[in-house]
């Protein structure tokens, strides 16, 4: 892991000895004077971790210019948005979850449905689903969110000008950065995609290849807009000529995008969602995230379930966390867009509820998910390619973002003279009815497509606390991020765990449907495979759940930064 220039951030190993070894630099250095100057004024340390090691350190470069953690978030999903473009983005939408000053506030700067879109755009003439309609080329994209999402997070709460933030990407864009093993590995699995849109192949694929790792990419098309975009704000790509190029190009690949689609959107401040976890407070994203009530719902019955009091890695504990999603994500199925959907969290938060799910749960059995239907008050479901980062500042702030096209590369369609990519978030919608989409999820009529509607997410960004004692978390994963997320912050908070080694453990995951738990093989060690097998559970193995970007700041200003080591991403630590 390369040192940061500035030689004083340190940048995390992922080895957990190499970690506790940092870990201890960073206490040390804490507590010596001799590094205290020179510190710019708001410069009191911080830890940053996302899933590249150059927008890692834009952040850490913000917080030691002194910016709090939501300028540094902000600089560090821009930078994404260069070196990571199969998730990082300014052509797709997120979710951000903030704790500043003592309090928590949630931004939802999903994607939206176009004016133009109807519940049935995905079907054929003889009202079938049209394969990859909502996956391929600009009729999947919804109206981009993060121009105007990451800009009003920044207006609201960043301490830097703006253009100080923004930089750190725009020099990314314009000097060039080095292509990772991971980002070429991306574009040659994605290589079909791009290679349908000569734009996208201009850029993605010169040559008609993948660029080799190691080689320098520049891209000023994106460093213009970028540009613009610190200059003049969200009006520099939601208008004008950078939305007149965004529309035509989504006009002309088949698409409905128009520029009053793009300059209507705004993204919407919502009140976190709320719950206690373990004597830990929890500030989640709402709706139209799924992520925050599913964490919130499983936790509620881990607790009734007395699931603290069993021992750590125990094929009981696992029996109770896959249970409690199965509940949980059925539940899932009568959520949507906020103004839609037909259940949220004052039904599926309700101790009442929670109690009544926590007693179905049989001790040793697996419920089949045929036997478990989602609350019943009413009639009536990613790839990894999101991308989740975390920042803590010296001041306990916490920022947890997690952003994405959906699918890599979204719909792989880039808009060549604004130089990104656009998202493929309408498939997150029930795009036709008991179709999974593409993270297997099977979704309600409450999350049907409809003009402005925001599509239904799984994204969780989330912090919890107890006193002064701070955790930002996230992950990407679709279906997957409430479940991964829950594990890590489960294992820190109940168990003690270091955060390296809460994101290091094995990790399991159940979504009600299909009926069966994903498992990393490592989780099912010991014998755990078999004798859940024998309570009833399909496993099916999986190479990898979710990838986790963890921050903490423990009272008294000792940080923790951990990134996971299921990607390539890099944690670091800016001593106070
Ligand atoms: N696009 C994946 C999600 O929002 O859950």
Redesign the pocket.
């Known amino acids: 892991m390369p040192p940061h220039p500035d030689g004083r951030a340190l940048l995390i190993p992922k080895s957990p000895r190499l970690v506790a070894v940092v870990l201890a630099a960073a206490a040390l250095l804490a507590a010596g004077p001799s590094l205290a100057a020179p510190v710019a004024p708001a410069a009191r340390g911080g830890a940053v971790a996302s899933a590249a090691p150059d927008a890692t350190a834009a952040g850490l470069e913000i917080l030691r210019a002194g910016g709090n953690a939501v300028d540094a978030a902000v600089a560090t999903a821009l930078a994404l948005a260069v070196v990571h473009p199969e998730a990082g983005n300014l052509g797709g939408g997120g979710f951000a979850v903030v704790r500043i000053g003592g309090q928590a506030a949630a931004l939802d700067f999903r994607e939206t449905a176009p004016a133009a879109a109807t519940p049935t755009m995905y079907l054929g003439a003889n009202g079938q689903p049209v394969p990859g309609r909502s996956l391929v080329g600009p009729l999947a994209a919804g109206v981009p969110g993060s121009p105007a999402g990451l800009f009003e997070l920044h207006r609201r709460f960043g301490v830097l000008p703006w253009a100080q933030v923004v930089a750190p990407a725009v020099r990314l864009a314009r000097d060039g950065f080095v292509v990772t093993p991971r980002l070429r590995g991306e574009i040659a699995a994605s290589r079909a995609l791009l290679a349908r849109f000569p734009a996208s192949a201009a850029v993605w694929l010169p040559g008609g290849v993948p660029p080799p790792s190691g080689s320098v990419m520049k891209l000023p098309e994106l460093a213009g807009t970028l540009a613009a975009y610190a200059e003049r704000g969200p009006a520099a790509i939601t208008t004008g000529a950078a939305a007149a190029a965004i529309a035509a190009a989504s006009r002309a690949n088949g698409g409905i995008l128009t520029e009053a689609d793009l300059a209507a959107y705004a993204p919407v401040w919502r009140d976190a969602l709320r719950f206690a976890a373990f004597g830990w407070k929890v500030a989640a994203m709402p709706l139209p995230?799924s992520g925050g009530i599913i964490m919130g719902e499983s936790v509620g019955m881990l607790e009734r379930l007395g699931w603290r009091t069993l021992p750590a890695g125990s094929v009981q504990r696992i029996h109770l966390e896959v249970e409690s999603w199965r509940r949980a994500y059925a539940d899932r199925f009568l959520l949507g867009d906020p103004a839609t959907t037909l259940a949220g969290p004052a039904q599926l938060l309700d101790p009442a509820w929670l109690a009544r799910r926590a007693a179905e749960v049989d001790p040793v059995r697996a419920t089949p998910s045929t036997a478990v239907r989602p609350w019943p008050g009413s009639a009536g479901a990613?790839r990894r390619e999101?991308t989740h980062l975390s920042v803590v500042d010296g001041a306990g702030n916490a920022v947890a973002i997690t952003t994405?096209l959906?699918g890599a590369f979204g719909c792989g369609l880039l808009v060549g003279p604004v130089g990104f990519l656009l998202n493929n978030?309408m498939d997150?919608f029930a795009t036709a009815p008991g179709k999974p989409n593409l993270?297997g999820l099977v979704q309600g009529l409450a999350n049907a497509v409809g003009p402005g509607k925001r599509m239904l997410?799984?994204?969780a960004p989330t912090i919890a606390w107890r006193g002064e004692d701070v955790v930002a978390l996230g992950s990407p994963g679709?279906a997957y991020?409430p479940t991964v997320t829950e594990q890590v912050l489960l294992a820190v908070i109940v168990d003690g765990a270091a955060l390296q080694a809460a994101v290091d453990a094995p990790r399991v995951h159940q979504q009600w449907l299909p009926d069966e738990v994903a498992a990393e093989a490592a989780a099912l060690a010991g014998g755990l495979g078999d004798t859940l097998r024998r309570r009833g559970y399909a496993l099916r193995i999986v190479p990898r759940l979710g990838e986790v970007n963890a921050v903490r700041r423990h009272p008294g200003g000792v940080f923790e930064a951990a990134a996971d080591p299921r990607g390539p991403g890099a944690a670091g630590v800016l001593p106070r």
């Open positions: 995230s990613e999101t994405t959906n978030e997150d993270y997410s799984s994204m679709g991020i």
